[in-house]
């Protein structure tokens, strides 16, 4: 199922007016901590894989997924948002699908089937971008991870963030009311975790994420949350990490905000739950799944056999 949506639109030139007040007072603190937070997912990757070089007449299309993990202690948690989006500069086009955290998918040469959030358990970032390759038959190019317990400590650096919940709820002890609420970083990962209560579901949780987001980066452009940067960068230096560079950030800056402006966002709505022998599991569609590679695919100028590049080209295996 296929939306046109303006958050991503106000969600970008907020990003860029935080951008444009970082570069001016801490362009050097930047550089430092996107090399910090950088980790190669596959071995020598310089360019995506199925990509020529940049050149200013022809820009290849490129694919980010969006990680949010939840590790707690010793855990090694899981990857319970997965956001993936592919970016068409030349067309100046963006496609952003989130893929359920409970779908039902084959674990990449695990010879096993699980919910897709499980991958990550099994093998970290790199089983869990092998296993979305899988499902969509696109490569993925860039990987941003986060840790949502480090979410909270955003938040907090930031300052209180407000939102509008559609729908009183209770969630970890706490209660929200329907209306405009005001949330701290604790209070605002219970709002963003509830889902049981939802009858949207896990798509009801996808838009309070979104929400929570939108308010978060509206709260950073604030003049007065410039004092907290240092304390900020030094919260997303602890629980961000990703293969961009910074020199690569800077190169794909510019076509990431002109392609949001037409920006299309996908949902699986076509498909089932069901509870096998206790465990909730969200089954996809096929047609929908398939109709979904395919449009991925074109976005991404790929050929019907373009494949990703699977462990025939990754010499290692990350930690992160």
Known sequence: MKRLIKWPVILLVSCLAVVTCVAVIAAHQIEQLSDS???PLRANEELPQHSVLFSKQEKSPFSIALLGVDERGEDKGRADTIIICTI???????KLISIPRDTYVEIFERHMSDKINHAYAYGGTLL??????QLLEIPIDYVVKVNMEGFTEIIDAIGDI???????FRSDG??????????????????????????????????????????????????????????????????????????????????VMTSFQQLEQYYFTQGAGKTVDGIYYYFLDETELHNLQITLQSHLNL?????PPHTEQIAGILNF
Do not use: C, W
Request: without cysteine; negative net charge; aromatic residues 8%.
């Open 162 to 168: 407000e939102v509008d919940n559609e729908m009183a």
């Open 37 to 39: 937070v950088y980790q």
């Open 303 to 307: 050929s019907s056999k373009t494949r």
């Open 174 to 255: 706490e209660a929200f009311k329907k209306g405009t609420i005001v949330l701290d970083g604790e209070r605002a990962l219970k709002y963003v975790r509830m889902r049981y209560e939802d009858p949207q579901g896990d798509f009801g949780r996808q838009n309070r994420q979104k929400d929570v987001l939108k308010a978060l980066v509206t709260e950073a452009t604030k003049l007065q949350t410039v004092r907290h940067y240092p304390q900020i960068f030094e919260v997303i230096e602890q629980n961000v990490e990703m293969n961009l560079s910074f020199d690569t950030l800077m190169a794909l800056r510019k076509d």
């Open 88 to 94: 068409n500069p030349n067309e100046q086009s963006a």
């Open 128 to 133: 869990t971008v092998q296993t979305i390759e």
